[in-house]
């Protein structure tokens, strides 16, 4: 930076510091309740995530009682030891006591009031005396409807129309309402609208994902069209906010397409906002730029920071991709500055409202907007309300343009705001932390960001992680799944639905010890959404067939066998390099065959590669000979080796996944495996036998067998040759399957090892302090995602008396608003179920509901080319009914009410499955209760209970859901082989190796 400019920021910074001498935010005082809890969070990590969890929970306790439960949960449990004073005296009361309902008052009123520093009124009314009042300080203001978490079309449809009602009734005031900046003017400055209102792009659109793109930015200019009518009629200024950035480039393209409609192009009054944290800002501010000179439209550019940091690293790294954001603040500061420079070299066509506490930021514009010149018109600053006043106050005195940001809403629609603003404020790395509570010098606080950054970049490397246990492989990482926000993923999948489609229908022959073969026997492989519509035509496995396959696998064992570890483990990291390379077409087959929308089908693939890699890395690590006993003298080691022959029997619904799945374990622990795909997705099958073909296993190792299921595996089960069986599907065949294995062990010769994944009877129980927009969110996505048909989808929802009416409104109002039809169309969530047998049968079920209880949503899916069935929610059935006990497996859901969550679980226990479960609860001493008693193979809490992914959620249930052992874990390659133990006396005449 030029020396004399950096000399002149500084001056300026130290200039506006001394403005506010002697000022302090109000949430930083210590004489009020809020900035002495925000000193607690600054000085007790601990207490801060107790708290924040608190004050997220807190508007939805209704009762004092719970108040005080949830203080004592929270801050006075066993093995939270906070100071005394922290736990505001509840350790010892009863939350029902008379003294506890005193201080739950007391910690309510002290709550509403925090609330009230950072929202401006619950509603617009009440906001409205304290717009006026900054007006009358000289600010202006821009108004921010909270509660855009919207589940449904219905609740999208109220937030417009509340913003419709906002600016009749700040149009009525602003007539009364004398412009900032005084004179005969009618607007503020002489430029700015009066009235102006900020708006979050996913409220416009329940169903709103870059997934369906284009559907997403149609579907929400409907909703925003009547906005910026009433705007324009008004004269008021709209400003489209910026959200996490999965909504980045939807708010990007809606922005722009909704104002080069004629009725929109030539208003001035609309704004876009651009975030530095973000390392594509640069890109998306050059783009934008550069679309306002080719069509010389004028509008505002309002640059923040950005809010939403902490969230967007966990997100991405739970995805494992690249984190969107800088990781180093003082990155996201240098590029403040340098997008705050294009804007204003820019001023001709884009006003900047810069949107910033940090002194250095504001300082650095102010001197930039000199050299260039900026009109005065094209340049406000924009400060949040209730954060930084002394900041505002020195812009003010300073005569600049202010503008607070003012959020309206209750303090259910502002919880998820007002968090975000106590982590602003207590994060180590905030200004006003550093500026007004830690009493950083100024001249630190006002140094060049690029010059920190070099400091930290000379301060030494990250010290190293430890070494993975894998050997060279390195650790396990997840395939990531696609991010639709990316236009070459969405663009890549279209075109490999169109190529996939265009091979229809595709002959698929078996494969027995590596040849190829045809035969008379022909299955029939349709799509669930067009019945008519042939996939594949595949040849059918009779006894011969199977007898030749397990002959060809018997053959080759003793050398797979004796193949090391090692190498057999590199064939799975093969097959996985050999399915990414095809991984588009493998996803859109699946749409195609089994009927997944497109994001369950590409996650259908990821498992698979993520079952090669991760089983490739247990079978390196078990290969080792563990050493038993320390006795001097011995030497005992404990090792595996595999069973022989394993039959592995496949279902439909993750047919790449749980194929490839049971497949590589089998393989790799050194058996060798006769596969037999489920008869509705053969197609799919055939391609997991490429993968591995692809890989180059030795012949004999893996056939490939499709046929009739109730004849070819029944016949594998019983061969006496097969010596594992892997099955995963439905509990009666499971359960014959079981019963029948070792009917005959004594002419095998060997006991068959079983390895079984059933069915499930998945309940979520929601507690009365859920999130309920989190929830809904989740339970919608669990019961209905892939038409309900997995094994983990959630068939029964417990909700507590308490908010049962509210949720099962809402839930109707998002089961209403989710889209139906075939998966090809991405905006679809639930299609068709998998063939006319399951259609007729869930069909039963839904009559038998209807009959015997309250149908709350129905919903048919147009046409009739596809085994549809509707998307159901019944109530006021008994908890012991045959739809509350039997698994369905198709999107029918049963909502029952419970008085308490200690029933809650008794309800969600009285099954006789155990797979998976859900709780959405913040009540610690709940979250508790469900981790002790719940019994699922896989319990989810504050999430929805389907989605397992490999090694982070090891997959399996028990009681009828299985025989307990877990997919995609540390135990599970344990099932396909024989442990031996070799113990070596090792003394001789008295003499032993002395490193014994």
């Avoid at 010892?92 to 309902?101: F, M, R």
């Avoid at 006003?432 to 100024?442: A, W």
């Avoid at 399957?737 to 390895?755: L, S």
């Avoid at 008396?801 to 509210?806: A, G, H, P, R, V």
Wanted: charge should be negative; hydrophobic fraction near 40%.
């Amino acid at each position: 930076m030029d020396s004399d400019l950096e000399r002149r920021v500084q001056q300026t910074g130290l200039w506006l510091y001394e403005l506010i001498e002697g000022e302090s935010p109000s949430v930083f005082r210590k004489e009020f309740w809020t900035g002495k809890m925000l000193e607690w969070c600054m000085q007790n990590e601990a207490f801060k995530v107790e708290m924040f969890r608190f004050v997220d929970v807190f508007p939805y306790l209704t009762r004092p009682e719970s108040v005080a439960r949830h203080v004592q949960e929270y801050f006075s449990r066993p093995g939270v030891n906070f100071p005394a004073v922290l736990q505001w005296g509840l350790r010892a009361v009863s939350p029902g006591s008379l003294t506890a309902k005193v201080i739950a008052r007391s910690i309510t009123h002290n709550l509403h009031n925090m609330a009230r520093q950072f929202i401006v009124g619950s509603n617009p009314s009440e906001a409205l005396p304290n717009l006026e009042r900054l007006r009358g300080q000289g600010m202006a203001f821009t108004i921010d409807l909270l509660g855009e978490a919207v589940v449904s079309e219905k609740e999208a449809e109220e937030y417009v129309s509340r913003y419709l009602e906002l600016f009749d009734i700040l149009d009525e005031a602003q007539r009364k309402w004398p412009a900032i900046g005084g004179g005969a003017q009618q607007a503020d400055w002489g430029h700015a609208p009066k009235v102006n209102v900020s708006i979050k792009a996913s409220a416009m659109y329940s169903q709103m994902s870059a997934r369906s793109f284009e559907d997403s930015v149609a579907r929400s200019k409907e909703k925003l069209r009547p906005i910026l009518r009433k705007a324009l009629a008004t004269g008021s200024f709209v400003n489209l906010d910026m959200e996490r950035h999965a909504l980045k480039d939807l708010t990007l393209a809606l922005f722009r397409s909704l104002m080069e409609e004629d009725e929109f192009r030539d208003y001035p009054h609309v704004g876009i906002v651009i975030q530095a944290y973000l390392k594509d800002s640069e890109r998306d501010l050059e783009e934008i730029l550069g679309w306002a000179k080719a069509t010389g439209r004028h509008f505002t550019i309002r640059l923040v920071k950005g809010a939403y940091w902490d969230s967007e690293v966990i997100w991405a790294r739970q995805s494992e991709w690249p984190v969107p954001v800088f990781t180093s603040k003082p990155e996201t500061d240098a590029n403040f500055e340098k997008l705050a420079d294009l804007i204003m070299e820019n001023h001709q066509w884009v006003s900047l409202a810069c949107a910033s506490h940090n002194m250095r930021s504001i300082s650095y514009v102010m001197e930039r907007a000199r050299d260039l010149s900026v009109p005065a018109g094209r340049l406000e600053y924009q400060v949040l309300y209730g954060m930084g006043e002394p900041v505002r106050n020195a812009l003010r005195k300073a005569g600049l343009p202010v503008r607070l940001y003012t959020p309206v809403g209750d303090m259910i629609q502002g919880m998820s705001y007002l968090v975000r603003r106590l982590l602003e404020n207590t994060a180590n790395e905030s200004f006003l932390r550093k500026s007004f509570f830690q009493g950083v010098s100024r001249e630190l606080l006002l140094r060049n960001p690029m010059d920190v950054l070099a400091e930290e970049r000379t301060a030494g490397p990250v010290p190293a992680r430890d070494a993975p246990e894998y050997g060279d492989k390195g650790p396990f990482c997840n395939e990531p799944c696609f991010d639709w926000t990316i236009p070459e993923h969405r663009a890549g999948f279209r075109d490999a639905l169109d190529r996939v489609r265009a091979t229809f229908p595709i002959k698929v022959p078996l494969t027995i010890g590596g040849s190829r073969f045809d035969t008379p026997v022909r299955l029939r492989s349709v799509n669930p959404n067009r019945a008519e519509e042939m996939v594949g035509d595949v040849a059918g496995a009779g006894p011969l067939e199977a007898d030749a396959a397990v002959e060809a696998a018997k053959a080759a064992f003793a050398a797979w066998r004796d193949t090391p570890p090692g190498e057999r483990a590199e064939y799975l990291f093969k097959a996985a390099a050999a399915a990414r390379r095809i991984r588009y077409d493998l996803a859109a087959l699946q749409v195609y065959e089994v009927g997944k929308a497109w994001s369950e089908a590409d996650a259908d693939v990821c498992e698979a590669i993520d079952f090669l890699e991760y089983y490739g890395r247990e079978m390196i690590r078990l290969s080792r000979p563990k050493r038993m006993g320390h006795a001097p003298g011995e030497i005992s080691h404990l090792f595996y080796e595999p069973r022989g022959v394993a039959a592995v029997i496949a279902p439909w619904n993750f047919p790449m996944a749980i194929s490839t799945g049971m497949t590589s374990a089998a393989l790799v622990t050194g058996n060798t495996v006769v596969y037999k795909p489920a008869s509705q997705s053969p197609v799919v099958g055939s391609m997991v036998m490429n993968v591995f073909e692809e890989a180059g296993l030795p012949k004999g190792v893996l056939s490939f067998l499709p046929g009739p299921g109730a004849q070819i595996g029944d016949y594998l089960v019983h061969h006496p040759d097969v010596a594992v069986i892997a099955f995963t599907g439905s509990k009666k065949v499971g359960l014959d399957i079981i019963a029948q294995a070792n009917r005959d062990a004594e002419r095998a010769g060997h006991v068959k090892t079983v390895v079984a994944e059933m069915g499930g009877k998945n309940a979520i129980v929601v507690d009365a302090d859920a999130d309920l927009d989190e929830a809904l969110a989740q339970i919608v996505h669990s019961a209905f995602g892939y038409q309900g048909q997995k094994c983990s989808a959630c068939s029964r929802l417990i909700v507590l008396e308490e908010i049962y009416d509210k949720l099962v409104e809402r839930l109707k109002a998002a089961a209403e608003s989710i889209h139906l039809g075939p998966p090809e169309d991405p905006k679809n969530l639930m299609g068709a179920v998998i063939e006319a047998g399951a259609r007729k049968r869930i069909m039963e079920y839904i009559e038998l509901g209807r009959k015997d209880g309250t149908v709350l949503v129905e919903r048919t899916v147009p046409g009739n080319e596809g085994f549809f069935v509707p998307l159901t929610i019944l109530a006021d059935l008994p908890p012991d009914h045959r739809l509350a006990r039997e698994e369905i497996f198709g999107p029918v859901l049963v909502v029952f009410k419970v008085k308490d969550f200690a029933r809650a679980i008794e309800i969600a226990n009285d099954t006789e499955y155990a797979l998976t479960g859900g709780v959405f609860s913040r009540s610690p001493a709940n979250i508790d209760l469900a981790r002790r008693e719940f019994r699922t193979g896989n319990l989810y809490i504050n999430r929805g209970c389907t989605g397992a992914v490999v090694e982070r959620h090891p997959f399996g249930g028990f009681k009828l859901s299985g025989i307990g052992s877990k997919a995609g874990g540390p135990d599970y390659l344990l099932q396909f082989m024989v442990p031996r133990n070799v113990v070596e006396n090792t003394l001789r005449r008295g003499f032993a190796p002395a490193d014994e």
